[in-house]
């Protein structure tokens, strides 16, 4: 399979004033610099602009280390945002994948990984119960159990400093809760801010807590989806990376409904980690922006 082309990326948010995208494309003009892909938007509602650049990396004279030094002073010139970036695609992304008993959504990232689908390394697969242990060392994928007590908050909190040791191990750049069943404590949230990606059926807030499909037919729903978004310390509040729904009707049983919202959680968590990745997602306050 040939390789991809190699690329900078890179991405930022700034007030939006005259003369941005004139300053970017003189920056890397004056260098060389090859823009095969760009995207911009402006939210006119707070004066805010984005912006993702795509370079050819042999169409500048210097590597990815000096283009961030250069690119600085840019970001400081237009006042970017402290999380503005710059990324090289010919680095490999490692993922870390938790997980618990179901296991839809890691068949599919693995069967994706494993397709080239995906072309992203996953590094490791930690689990709160052994069931997935299987089917990830059947793709030579390394496989921890951390257990975790149901009615013992001391054990639960060194269990979690288990996982964090594990993950951060790997240092990834993404952490994937693929229906992990765990709340991340407040201090995981900010250790992997901007880093880890949540899936969850679409019905919250609608239908909270136990059994939420049976909740939804009770109501005759006609649509049912997915959610996947960043995790944050407020519980399924975080930025939103992508949403998808499919439609019900009344001839659907629970089973029928459990079995499309899998579907469709594979299918959303799939397409957000892949923007993730690629630097697409761009976090604004609670907003996101994807290019």
């Not at 997980?99 to 697969?125: I, M, P, W």
């Not at 968590?269 to 690629?278: M, T, V």
Request: charged letters at 25%.
């Amino acid at each position: 399979m040939p390789q991809p082309e190699r690329r900078y990326v890179i991405t930022f948010g700034c007030p939006d004033r005259t003369g941005i995208v004139a300053r970017i494309s003189s920056f890397l003009a004056e260098h060389g610099g090859l823009i095969v892909e760009a995207a911009y938007h402006t939210d006119q509602a707070t004066n805010w602009f984005f912006t993702r650049q795509e370079v050819r990396a042999d169409s500048l004279p210097f590597g990815v280390e000096e283009l961030r030094e250069r690119f600085t002073a840019i970001a400081r010139e237009l006042g970017a945002q402290a999380n503005w970036r710059v990324t090289d695609t010919g680095e490999r992304r490692r993922v870390v994948i938790l997980v618990s008993k179901e296991g839809h959504c890691l068949y599919d990232l693995l069967g994706r990984v494993a397709s080239r689908e995906l072309d992203v390394d996953v590094a490791a697969v930690i689990g709160n119960h052994p069931d997935l242990a299987n089917i990830t060392r059947a793709h030579g994928i390394p496989f921890h159990h951390v257990p975790f007590p149901a009615t013992d908050p001391e054990g639960k909190t060194a269990a979690f400093a288990q996982v964090k040791q594990l993950v951060d191990a790997h240092d990834p750049h993404a952490v994937v809760l693929a229906r992990f069943m765990q709340v991340l404590p407040p201090e995981l949230c900010a250790a992997w801010s901007g880093r880890a990606l949540n899936i969850h059926h679409s019905f919250l807030p609608s239908f909270v807590g136990a059994r939420p499909y049976h909740q939804a037919r009770a109501r005759g729903v006609k649509l049912v989806g997915a959610t996947c978004h960043y995790v944050t310390a407020d519980l399924d509040a975080g930025p939103i990376v992508e949403q998808d729904v499919i439609r019900v009707n009344h001839t659907d049983s629970v089973a029928d409904m459990v079995r499309k919202g899998r579907d469709i959680e594979k299918v959303v968590l799939a397409r957000g980690l892949r923007w993730h990745l690629e630097d697409r997602v761009l976090v604004h306050g609670g907003q996101t922006v994807i290019f």
